[in-house]
């Protein structure tokens, strides 16, 4: 059973010698068995022109010197599938006979000399692989991204702050930064001293020592309000006729 089958699968097989004659002319790595379809394709599209198997010969035997368009019909999606890949002829056939790692038609741009270009959206595409240049695409420099932000501040002129009167650095940052409070507040006075927060209010704050009356002419009368008051005692008070 073997023998037959081999023998149909090199029936089946069989590759044209104008197909093998094109495969001597490929470059690279690329898939043979595609390749080859490929090929196949194509040769299949030029017989029916006379002279362009011919003339894509004559260009892929010298590279260097002048050579015709030549032309396979355009598709209506502008692609040829050959086996079970698509893609855009002139980008198929310039991978096959000179560049095998070519990515995309950006990379191809035609010369002055070819009448045909894939651009030019005719009828006819040129797949003539000597018509077209490769441009090579610019890498762009990395970007580097910092871990932390890193904001310069800003030099402010100085300014007076709205909380305490303080004028702040005139190299400060653009963000306000409130300076702390006093530890004690203005005007406030504390015969006794004190062991409590100045956040403590008035109403916790120790009452002054009792002063009896025949030792002052004068009382003093404590008012926790940041300030005394003086009051004198009426003459025909028992505190006046003692002073009297």
């Known amino acids: ?49 006379k002279g362009a198997l011919e003339a894509l010969e004559k260009a892929l035997s010298n590279p260097g010197e002048p050579s015709e368009c030549v032309t396979i019909p355009r598709s209506l999606d502008g692609r040829l ?30 010369l002055d000399i070819c009448r045909f270009p894939f651009s030019a959206k005719e009828n ?44 702040s650095s005139s190299n400060s940052c653009a963000s306000f930064q409130p300076l702390p409070e006093p530890s004690m507040p203005y005007n406030v006075s504390y015969p006794q001293g004190f062991s409590q927060s100045p956040t403590t ?7 002054p020592p009792a002063v009896a009356p025949h030792q002052l002419g004068k009382f003093c009368l404590y008012i926790p309000a940041q300030f005394h008051v003086f009051v004198s005692a009426p003459t025909n008070s028992p505190l006046g006729r003692e002073r009297s």
């Not at 698509?86 to 741009?109: A, F, M």
């Not at 990395?142 to 004028?167: D, F, K, Q, W």
């Not at 209010?201 to 009452?207: F, G, H, I, L, N």
């Open 81 to 110: 599938q050959v086996s079970h890949r698509k893609g855009l002829p002139h980008v198929i056939y310039c991978r096959v006979w000179r560049w095998p790692d070519l990515q995309s038609h950006h990379e191809l741009k035609p």
């Open 201 to 207: 209010p008035v109403s916790s704050v120790a009452s």
């Open 1 to 49: 059973m073997s023998a037959p089958v081999s023998t149909l699968n090199s029936l089946f097989s069989f590759t044209s010698p104008a197909v093998k004659r094109l495969l001597g002319w490929k470059q690279g790595d690329e898939e043979e068995k595609w390749a080859e379809k490929a090929v196949d394709s194509l040769v299949k599209k030029l017989k029916k022109k």
């Open 124 to 167: 006819e595409v040129c797949i003539n692989p000597y018509h077209y240049r490769r441009v090579e695409s610019p890498v762009l420099p990395p970007v580097l991204v910092p871990r932390h932000s890193e904001y310069p501040c800003l030099t402010s002129a100085p300014s007076a702050s709205p909380i305490n009167g303080m004028r």
